[in-house]
């Protein structure tokens, strides 16, 4: 009994010990964010992730890993588009609010207005990029971090941390780093070693948060460490700060999306489901009770209804000649219609010639492997209500 006592009592007490001595140390990880601020919500397996979540798990929760360090290794940013840009604006202004300790940009995935975004919010890329830095140093209690992107620049006497956009099959020397986190997109469920080096790899989409505990010898080298993946699922409170920032940025993504930049090419191919209907009642009725019919009040729900990134699917024809363009310029194309499968019905209603084939060649064009994981045709056609 007093045994048992004893146990749970030095259970409790040695990481708080432990943490005195500064012989544990966090690093939570991200990396390979590829701009995607918030999971589309496609498929259960899309469910998981974002910025807020991210913000709102780590205020939360933060303090409890004791010392900690919030780094991100890179490719984390959007792309060189007007979206791209935008998105970046809202990665570097949100791991801003989270104080990354510090964030990857590598020259080639950089351009102008990724590095301005650091500067307006108060961070220095670490990276070969103007503005950038080549490290930086953080002190957690007694323990001096070297946290770098130039694998031939680690420090004497410090804790050493790589990042990097490397795979790991191309990782090469990493002598004198005692951790490498990549942004390569591969999905190590555990850290591996490469030499001396503990390697991790950031979770492609930010899907997930990297969490690797490391004890440290009274040399301040790794004597040990745990390993987990924080999963950001909707039980994880948001932070209200990023979900404004986000909110801001899909305000500024509709307005991308202007009424007057409307391609005006005549008499559009398309008519709508509703001019289907007085020739095809039962197909119609069928169609209206899937979730087809019901797609685009989808993107509403979520905010998006201007976004192209899911309107492109979320609609009949979108970027095709007399597609839709808006929810103002083009209502009667919202949703997926009829005419997403049958292609354009405007001559067949009018001379009964054949609509294009519909098979599963239709289909995947939007069921994609990453929005639709658990397509398979042959189940998914009983669903369409025809
Ligand atoms: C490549 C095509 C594609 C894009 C792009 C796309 N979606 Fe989807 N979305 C789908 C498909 C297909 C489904 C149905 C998946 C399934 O059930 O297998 C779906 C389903 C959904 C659902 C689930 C609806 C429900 O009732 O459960 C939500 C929410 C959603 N999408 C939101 C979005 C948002 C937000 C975006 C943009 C960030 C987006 N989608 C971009 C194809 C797409
Ligand atoms: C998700 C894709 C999809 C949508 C949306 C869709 N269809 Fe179909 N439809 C198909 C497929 C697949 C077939 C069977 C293969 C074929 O005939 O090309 C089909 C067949 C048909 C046929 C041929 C008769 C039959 O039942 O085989 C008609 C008529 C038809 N659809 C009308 C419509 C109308 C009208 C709408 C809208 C109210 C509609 N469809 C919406 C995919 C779709
Ligand atoms: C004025 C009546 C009329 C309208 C409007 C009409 N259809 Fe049809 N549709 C027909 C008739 C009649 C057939 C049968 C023709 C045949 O079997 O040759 C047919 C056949 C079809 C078929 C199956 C044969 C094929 O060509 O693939 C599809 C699919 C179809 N229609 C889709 C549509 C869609 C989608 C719309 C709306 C954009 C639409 N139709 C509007 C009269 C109409
Ligand atoms: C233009 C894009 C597009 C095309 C083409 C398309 N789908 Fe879909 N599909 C969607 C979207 C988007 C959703 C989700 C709608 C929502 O709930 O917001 C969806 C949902 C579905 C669902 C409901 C899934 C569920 O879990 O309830 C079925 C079934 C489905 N699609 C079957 C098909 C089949 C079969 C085809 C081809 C014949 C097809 N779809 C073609 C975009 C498309």
Not at 214 to 227: V, Y
Not at 273 to 290: I, L, N, P, V
Request: glycine share 12%; charged share 25%; hydrophobic share 35%.
């Amino acid at each position: 009994m007093l045994r048992a006592i004893l146990c749970a009592v030095s259970v409790f007490l040695l990481p708080a010990a432990a943490f005195a001595d500064n012989s544990v140390l966090t690093i939570l990880y991200t990396g390979a964010m590829r701009g995607e601020l918030e999971p589309c919500g496609c498929s259960p397996e899309n469910l998981s992730g974002g910025l807020a979540r991210l913000s709102g798990f780590i205020k939360a929760n933060g303090e409890k890993f004791g010392p900690y360090v919030l780094v991100d290794a890179g490719n984390s940013l959007g792309d060189d588009s007007r979206q791209g840009r935008l998105k970046s604006d809202v990665v570097v202004r949100s791991f801003s609010l989270m104080k990354y300790d510090a964030a990857a940009l590598s020259k080639d995935k950089s351009h102008a207005d990724s590095v301005k975004s650091f500067k307006k919010y108060g961070l220095k890329p670490v990276g070969d990029v103007p503005g950038g830095k080549r490290s930086v140093r953080v002190k957690r209690g007694k323990l001096a971090l070297n946290i770098g992107a130039d694998s031939a620049a680690p420090l004497k006497g410090m804790l050493n941390v790589l990042l990097t956009e490397r795979p790991t099959s191309e990782l090469g020397q990493v002598e004198g780093w005692d951790v490498v986190v990549t942004s390569s997109g591969e999905v190590l469920d555990e850290p591996i070693t490469s030499g001396r080096a503990l390697v991790v790899s950031g979770y492609p989409r930010g899907q997930k948060l990297g969490v690797l505990t490391l004890s440290l010898d009274e040399n301040g080298r790794i004597s040990g460490f745990s390993h987990q993946w924080q999963a950001l699922g909707n039980d994880i409170k948001e932070d209200p700060k990023v979900r404004g920032i986000i909110s801001e940025y899909d305000g500024k993504v509709a307005e991308l999306v202007r009424d007057e930049d409307m391609p005006q090419t005549g008499l559009s191919p398309f008519l709508g489901a509703e001019s289907c209907q007085e020739c095809h009642r039962a197909h119609h009725e069928g169609w209206k009770s899937t979730r087809h019919s019901a797609a685009f009040g989808t993107l509403e729900k979520a905010g998006k209804p201007r976004d192209p990134e899911c309107v492109r699917c979320h609609s009949t024809g979108y970027g095709e000649d007399g597609g839709f363009y808006s929810i103002s310029a083009t209502p009667e194309l919202a949703g997926v219609q009829c005419e997403a499968c049958h292609g354009p019905g405007r001559e067949h209603a009018r001379d009964f010639r054949p609509m294009q084939p519909a098979g599963e060649s239709v289909c995947v064009k939007c069921h994609t492997a990453e929005r639709s994981p658990n397509f398979e045709f042959n189940r998914y056609i009983e669903g369409i209500g025809h």
